[in-house]
C-alpha cells in the first residue's frame, strides 16, 4: 500500500506546450517511491497521457457550469480511489523531487494530523525533461543556478492525512479562495501546519522541512478569464526544493 496519493485534474492536453509541462510533472511523481498517481477529469488528451504514463485515472468529476472540476469532488474522488494514510492535491505543473516522500514521512511521524505545503522556485523549462540517471541532482543544480524563489505566496499542493479535510465547499479548482480556505481550516481545526522551504541546502533536517519541486505554468484558458475578469495571463515555471513541478495555472 503507498504512503502516499498524489491526485491532480489537469488541464487538456491539446496545446503542445500545456502538455509537456503536465507530462514532465506527472512522469515525476511516478518515479517518486511509495507513491501513486490519480488524474481527474474528462479534459482532452487526459485518457491516453494517464495510460503513457502508467497512472490511475479517473473520469467523472463533478464540474460548476462552465465545466471547471470541483474541488469537494476532487476529494472525494481521490479518498474513494486511494489505498494511502497521506493524500496529497497538486497542481500538474509541480515536478516533484523524491526528498518529498522523506519530508511527508519525517511530518507524519511528528503529527497524526497536519498540512503540509512549500514554497516554490521558479525556473523557464521550455523542452521533455530527461529523467533517465540521476535527473533530479541535474536538475536542481540548474535550478539553482537558474532559477528564482518563488515569494512565500500561492500554495501549488496540499498533503495532509485521509482523516483530514472531510468536508470541502464546493470551491472551483485554479480559482482564488480555496487555497487560502485550505490553511484557514488547518488553524481553525489546529492541524500541525508545516510550510516546507525551499533553500540551496538539498539536505533536510529534522522538523524545519525543505522540499524540492518546481512548476512550469502556461497560459490561462479563456473560460479562466469569463470566470474570473480579473485574472492575467501568466508563463511562468516554478520549482519547490522538494523536486520541481511543471503545472499549469488555471
Given amino acids: 500500500m503507498p504512503l502516499i496519493t498524489l491526485f491532480s485534474a489537469p488541464k487538456p492536453f491539446t496545446d503542445p506546450h500545456i502538455a509537456m509541462i503536465q507530462r514532465n510533472a506527472i512522469k515525476s511523481w511516478t518515479l517518486l517511491p511509495d507513491v501513486e498517481v490519480v488524474l481527474l ?14 497512472v490511475k485515472h479517473v473520469a467523472h468529476v463533478e464540474c460548476n457550469a462552465n465545466g471547471t472540476p470541483l474541488i469537494s469532488s ?3 474522488l481521490a479518498r ?32 497524526s494530523e497536519f498540512v503540509l ?7 523557464d523549462v521550455t523542452t521533455p525533461l530527461d529523467f533517465s540517471g540521476d535527473w533530479s541532482r ?3 543544480s540548474m535550478v539553482h543556478g537558474q532559477g528564482q524563489l518563488h515569494r512565500p505566496a500561492g500554495s501549488d499542493f496540499f498533503l495532509f492525512p485521509k482523516s483530514c479535510y472531510a468536508d ?10 480555496w487555497d487560502n480556505w485550505m490553511i484557514y481550516k488547518a488553524r481553525k481545526e489546529k492541524l500541525g501546519g508545516h510550510r516546507l522551504h525551499a533553500v540551496r541546502d538539498d539536505r533536510a533536517s529534522e ?21 474570473h475578469p480579473s485574472c492575467r495571463r501568466t508563463s511562468e515555471c516554478a520549482l519547490h526544493h522538494f523536486g520541481f513541478n511543471s503545472s499549469i495555472s488555471r
Avoid: H
Wanted: hydrophobic content about 40%.
Fill in 74 to 76: 476532487m476529494f472525494t
Fill in 117 to 123: 505545503l512549500s514554497q516554490r522556485w521558479d525556473l
Fill in 41 to 54: 477529469g474528462d479534459e482532452e488528451g487526459l485518457t491516453e497521457a494517464a495510460r503513457d504514463l502508467g
Fill in 207 to 227: 522538523p524545519r522541512l525543505q522540499p524540492p519541486a518546481w512548476r512550469e505554468a502556461a497560459l490561462r484558458s479563456p473560460r479562466d478569464e469569463r470566470e
Fill in 138 to 140: 541535474g536538475l536542481r
Fill in 168 to 177: 470541502i465547499p464546493a470551491f472551483t479548482i485554479g480559482r482564488a479562495g
Fill in 80 to 111: 474513494e480511489n486511494s489505498n494511502s494514510d497521506l493524500l496529497c492535491i497538486i497542481n500538474t505543473d509541480m515536478v516533484l523531487m523524491p526528498d518529498f516522500v522523506e519530508a511527508a514521512k519525517k511530518v507524519k511521524g511528528l503529527r
